[in-house]
């Protein structure tokens, strides 16, 4: 089944531990993306790649860092976190072209204390 | 750059009603649009889309049409059902901006009652 795979779905942490939010896909898709959603706000871009080891900013990218060596898979890294990081992340990915839909995961809730 | 501004929620509607949610963008170039819907605990899935002016993306009985003239895309469905209730997210990808990404609206929920 083609999906986008996100782990994990909860995640509660402390100030200042660093953890890793992994992202994976199975769709041979060269974009991929972080998001960020809080109430208000809607989905804002964290980071972005649009192929292996070519990685972007988005809107939002402070306190966060992406990798991209290999295709399938882009993890969110948060080095230390902090509490206004607290939120529900998404991961997606797609195709390259013009009229490709993006493909969400089904979300990580971070819980930063 | 690129915006989507679309209908402030929530909505509340009751079962077999009508829904209009209003989507207006501007972008650069020639963009493609989305409605993406987000079932609650779930990721954001699409919805419809369109390519070019006059295209109408439908499915699930759920239909919106892409306005050049007055640069919406605006969903609308004839008779909602409870399992109708989500999240709604209008959103363009502009590749005449130079770049492959999203620009989303920031949302509108829907209730549906019984």
């Known amino acids: 089944e083609a999906q986008v795979t996100q782990n994990p779905r909860y995640l509660i942490t402390v100030t200042g531990k660093k953890l890793t939010v992994t992202c994976s896909q199975n769709?041979?898709?060269?974009?991929m993306s972080w998001y960020r959603q809080d109430p208000g706000l809607g989905l804002r871009q964290i980071y972005y790649s649009m192929n292996v080891e070519v990685t972007d900013k988005g809107d939002v990218p402070e306190g966060y860092k992406v990798s991209r060596k290999e295709k399938r898979n882009f993890p969110l890294i948060l080095e230390s976190p902090s509490p206004n990081q607290t939120s529900l992340y998404f991961c997606?990915?797609?195709?390259?072209?013009?009229?490709?839909?993006?493909?969400f995961g089904n979300g990580t809730r971070l819980t930063v204390t | 750059g690129d915006s989507v501004t679309q209908m402030e929620g929530p909505v509340t509607l009751s079962e077999e009603a009508c829904l209009t949610i209003n989507c207006t963008y501007t972008a650069t170039g020639y963009p493609s649009l989305f409605w993406y819907v987000q079932y609650p605990g779930e990721g954001l899935q699409l919805l419809l889309k369109a390519t070019k002016a006059d295209d109408k993306g439908s499915n699930k009985g759920f239909e919106a049409t892409y306005r050049k003239e007055t640069t919406s895309f605006h969903l609308e469905k004839g008779s909602v059902q409870v399992s109708d209730s989500a999240v709604y997210f209008c959103?363009?990808?502009?590749?005449?901006?130079?770049?492959?990404?999203?620009?989303f609206g920031k949302g509108t929920k829907l209730s549906v009652i019984p």
């Open positions: 959103a363009l990808k502009d590749s005449g901006a130079g770049s492959y990404q999203l620009t």
């Open positions: 997606a990915s797609s195709l390259l072209g013009d009229n490709s839909p993006l493909h």
């Open positions: 769709m041979n898709h060269e974009y």
